[in-house]
T-cell receptor
């Protein structure tokens, strides 16, 4: 079974530029998560989708971050404009459903450096 | 709010047992997880425990849960160099699907 795929793996941009990340979850997984992992910290949830609907985006800085999962499969996360403090690893995860046991499978992440 | 705390670093010798500790604050936590993160990789689920359990054993891994003290530990028996990684404790419950992660414990295994 293929895992969660993410691209690009690394990205370096200057502040105020825009950047987009892509995630392809495990086939058949209805729930998709985007996490931000700042160096030395654990992952923090940015947004959670159930199929193509948003379940939780309470921690997403909506003035600069946006995410979509239009067909309920792939998802993109965009930052516009980027700030220095956005430097982090952006992790995508998916789970089969919203059931009580949440086994989340993580992709390798996209490492973003904002200069 | 929810908070999960872990010590930052643990160093052990190959063949010894490792014990990684975690404390959490959310008394309504239903599930507690241990994830492993190797350099440049995503998080890999190692094991989990339901809050109504005290202990779970899975090969070299033993998870102990003290619900009264909100303390979780992961014991790795016969630690190998391949166990060197960052270990994250996470908690979740049915009312909130997202997980809350600790900051991770870096385990260094010396040959």
């Amino acid at each position: 079974e293929a895992g969660v795929a993410q691209s690009p793996r690394y990205k370096i941009i200057e502040k105020r530029q825009s950047v987009a990340f892509w995630c392809n979850p495990i086939s058949g997984h209805a729930t998709l998560y985007w996490y931000q992992q700042i160096l030395g910290q654990g992952p923090k949830l940015l947004i959670q989708f159930q199929n193509n609907g948003v379940v939780d985006d309470s921690q997403l800085p909506k003035d600069r971050f946006s995410a979509e999962r239009l067909k309920g499969v792939d998802s993109t996360l965009k930052i516009q404009p980027a700030k220095l403090e956005d430097s982090a690893v952006y992790l995508c995860a998916s789970s089969l459903d919203q059931g009580a046991l949440q086994t989340q499978y993580f992709g390798p992440g996209t490492r973003l450096l904002v200069l | 709010g929810e908070d999960v705390e872990q010590s930052l670093f643990l160093s052990v010798r190959e063949g010894d047992s490792s014990v990684i500790n975690c404390t959490y604050t959310d008394s309504s936590s239903t599930y507690l997880y241990w994830y492993k993160q190797e350099p440049g990789a995503g998080l890999q689920l190692l094991t989990y425990i339901f809050s109504n359990m005290d202990m779970k054993q899975d090969q070299r891994l033993t998870v102990l849960l003290n619900k009264k003290d909100k303390h979780l530990s992961l014991r790795i028996a016969d630690t190998q160099t391949g166990d060197s990684a960052i270990y994250f404790c996470a908690e979740g419950h049915t009312g909130r699907r997202a997980l809350t992660f600790g900051s991770g414990t870096r385990l260094q295994v010396q040959p």
